[in-house]
Antibody, heavy 118, light 109 residues
Framework: QVHLVQSGAEVKKPGASVTVSCKASRYTFTDSYIHWVRQAPGQGLEWVGRINPDSGGTYYGQKFQGRVTMTSDTSITAYMELRGLRSDDTAVYYC????????????WGQGTLVTISS | EIVLTQSPATLSLSPGESATLSCRASQNVTRFLAWYQQKPAQAPRLLIYDASNRATGIPARFNGSGSETDFTLTISNLEPEDFAVYYCQLRNDWPVTWTFGQGTKVEIK
């Protein structure tokens, strides 16, 4: 099982960009896809998007299209950049792995709190 | 895009009782459903995948069932550590997206 370690909390101003990283600390992302899921304070889980670390292919949630970019360097670290930040982007952002033979998310990072405040 | 509706929003039970959580899809599901448990200030944890398969290390008191539009997570003999929020999730075929239900909170009565 892959152990995922995310970068630390961020505070950003409205309109700025943030990049959150997700590193596999024990193994690589081989045979896995990387998802990003966010959770606003007191709210449920919201899917942001997915990247295939091998091909770089991505799927993004419709509401994030044009504002988010997901990348990966080899099979060790994945990144999510979110641009044009708004107050309602304040949330904990999680990375998670999806095995190639399933649709579920079987391992999760610890989460990164991104706070948008002027 | 398929919408997942979970019910009830909150379930108040005592330890030792059984919990039945529902997840209803807005149309027949051709992909497999997963269930997650989330405790306060923790990341979600995979419980069930492919509707009925327990993830590694998940106790046998957690059982998933269902197909087409109706899915159920049953927790037998609730332990104190089972009080948490539970989410269902599936992948949509088109557009290719992943969807979560809004969650069911299982709280101590």
């Amino acid at each position: 099982q892959v152990h995922l370690v995310q970068s630390g909390a961020e505070v950003k101003k409205p309109g700025a960009s943030v990049t959150v990283s997700c590193k596999a600390s024990r193994y690589t992302f081989t045979d896995s896809y990387i998802h990003w899921v966010r959770q606003a304070p007191g709210q449920g889980l919201e899917w942001v998007g997915r990247i295939n670390p091998d091909s770089g292919g991505t799927y993004y949630g419709q509401k994030f299209q044009g504002r988010v970019t997901m990348t990966s360097d080899t099979s060790i670290t994945a990144y999510m950049e979110l641009r044009g930040l708004r107050s309602d982007d304040t949330a904990v952002y999680y990375c998670a792995t999806q095995p190639q033979n399933g649709d579920h998310l079987d391992d999760w990072g610890q989460g990164t709190l991104v706070t948008i405040s002027s | 895009e398929i919408v997942l509706t979970q019910s009830p929003a909150t379930l108040s039970l005592s330890p030792g009782e059984s919990a039945t959580l529902s997840c209803r899809a807005s149309q027949n599901v051709t992909r497999f459903l997963a269930w997650y448990q989330q405790k306060p200030a923790q990341a979600p944890r995979l419980l069930i995948y492919d509707a009925s398969n327990r993830a590694t290390g998940i106790p046998a008191r957690f059982n998933g069932s269902g197909s087409e539009t109706d899915f159920t997570l049953t927790i037998s003999n609730l332990e104190p550590e089972d009080f948490a929020v539970y989410y269902c999730q599936l992948r949509n075929d088109w557009p290719v997206t992943w969807t979560f239900g809004q969650g069911t909170k299982v709280e101590i009565k």
